[in-house]
């Protein structure tokens, strides 16, 4: 039994790239509208400024490592589904070249100040939009996960919304099961604790 089975028993440990369980818990945990849209709109200005911050940071490797945080989540994007994160990768390569020339724009005084300013205004709404809104915190024993791959599955959305874009036929109704599942199995978890 893996350590989050201990802590949550009957509660089944999602594989990092299966979308469709990824997805259909991201939906589960994302249901108000207010919610979704805070991460829909504040994930990428998080992602950003990561990148703007890391500009800083020296290497002993002599590798940007804003360059290898933009490098790490394309290729896991690109592992997760091929079209879309091609796509993706591109957009973070375009994030890291954007926040490297901001970096140099600003300089590290004015870009430390402006990470602040975004980060807490940020991660405020995301847990504003979980503990108001959604009436649970956020799924914080799998931080790992959701740092990499929310960005992707909010990115998944958007192009599914806009264009119908599904990584296969039937991706969607797949997740829509799934999800409905996920959500039946919260709520006995709940259940089981009331009694």
């Keep these: 039994m893996g350590a989050e089975e201990g802590k949550h028993p009957g509660r089944r440990r999602r594989g990092l790239l ?30 950003f400024t990561n990148l703007l911050i890391l500009r800083f940071l020296p290497s002993p490797l002599g590798l940007d490592p804003a360059l290898a945080l933009a490098l790490a989540y ?3 994007y690109l592992a997760a589904d091929r079209r879309a994160g091609a ?4 957009l973070f390569l375009a994030a890291w070249a954007a926040s490297r020339a901001l970096a140099a724009r600003l300089g590290f005084a004015r870009s ?6 975004t ?18 915190g956020p799924t914080l024993s799998e931080l790992p996960e959701v740092f990499l791959m929310e960005p992707f599955l909010i990115f998944l959305q958007m192009l599914n919304k806009l264009f119908g874009y ?30």
């Design 166 to 195: 599904e990584p296969y036929p039937g991706f969607i109704k797949n997740v829509d099961k799934k999800m409905e599942a996920v959500l039946k199995e919260s709520s006995e978890l709940e259940q089981r604790k009331i009694t």
């Design 18 to 47: 299966d979308l469709e369980a990824q997805l259909a818990f991201f939906r589960s945990q994302h249901r108000h509208p207010v919610n979704a849209a805070a991460h829909l709109l504040l994930v990428a200005p998080i992602l």
């Design 119 to 136: 980060q807490l205004f940020c991660w405020t709404w995301q847990f504003l939009g979980h503990g108001l809104f959604e009436k649970r």
């Design 74 to 76: 394309a290729a896991a």
């Design 87 to 90: 796509l993706a990768g591109l």
């Design 112 to 117: 430390w100040r402006v990470v602040l300013a």
